[in-house]
């Protein structure tokens, strides 16, 4: 029994120092995760300013068959939608929240991945209030993986600048949160 006990404590020993070298490996690995994250808050940044820049700039085709683009809509602010034609109950019940106009801004649809046709049968069914743009060069549509759409930016159009985006809402609370958030920048006076 007495050849035992320091036995024993070189064994406590060794898995303390075990558990201590696994603790450290996992400080590491979370440290290099949020050195990752906030190395991509930038990109995230420019991502979005690259899409408000493309989102402004380029013709859009409406249903009509009319080119437009939104840097030419009238209104200061813009609320845009990107957004494939799909019926994902959520997708289509955070869309439907949304009129033509919310405050001072104008709201618009630019749909994904369809033609003129497609989004004319989307439109019968869906609950959308809003004109709906397609993207028929594409460009959105190689940006936005399916699971970022709905992706929404409100705009501010005289500057160019974005105001306020967000990806897709599954939960009802965070719809009515987003909603909440443009109401409040889109009825406040500049």
């Given at each position: 029994m007495?050849?035992?006990k320091?036995?024993m404590k070189?064994?406590r020993?060794?898995?303390?120092v075990?558990?201590l ?5 996992v400080l590491l690995?979370?440290f290099?995760?949020?050195k990752h994250?906030l190395?991509?808050?930038?990109t995230?940044?420019e991502?979005t300013d690259s899409?408000?820049?493309?989102v ?5 085709r409406?249903l ?11 209104e200061?602010l ?12 959520p997708c ?14 104008s709201?618009?649809?630019i ?7 497609e ?11 809003f004109p709906?743009l397609?993207?028929?060069e ?7 993986p399916?699971?970022w ?7 501010d159009r ?6 306020l985006?967000?990806g897709?809402?599954a939960?009802a609370t965070?719809q009515q949160r987003?909603?909440d958030?443009?109401n409040?920048l ?5």
């Amino acid at each position: 029994m007495v050849f035992e006990k320091p036995a024993m404590k070189g064994n406590r020993l060794r898995s303390l120092v075990a558990l201590l070298l696994a603790l450290n490996v996992v400080l590491l690995w979370r440290f290099s995760v949020l050195k990752h994250r906030l190395a991509q808050m930038s990109t995230v940044s420019e991502f979005t300013d690259s899409l408000a820049r493309y989102v402004l700039t380029q013709p859009f085709r409406t249903l009509d068959g009319r080119l437009i683009q939104l840097s030419e809509i009238p209104e200061p602010l813009l609320l845009v939608f990107i957004f494939r034609p799909t019926n994902c109950p959520p997708c289509l019940q955070e869309l439907s929240l949304y009129s033509k106009r919310i405050g001072r801004a104008s709201v618009y649809g630019i749909g994904l991945g369809t033609n003129e046709q497609e989004m004319r049968l989307f439109l019968q069914e869906s609950p959308l209030q809003f004109p709906v743009l397609i993207d028929e060069e594409g460009w959105l549509s190689g940006r936005l993986p399916d699971a970022w759409t709905p992706f929404k930016l409100l705009l501010d159009r005289a500057v160019g600048r974005v105001l306020l985006r967000g990806g897709p809402n599954a939960h009802a609370t965070d719809q009515q949160r987003f909603l909440d958030r443009v109401n409040q920048l889109v009825t406040t006076e500049p």
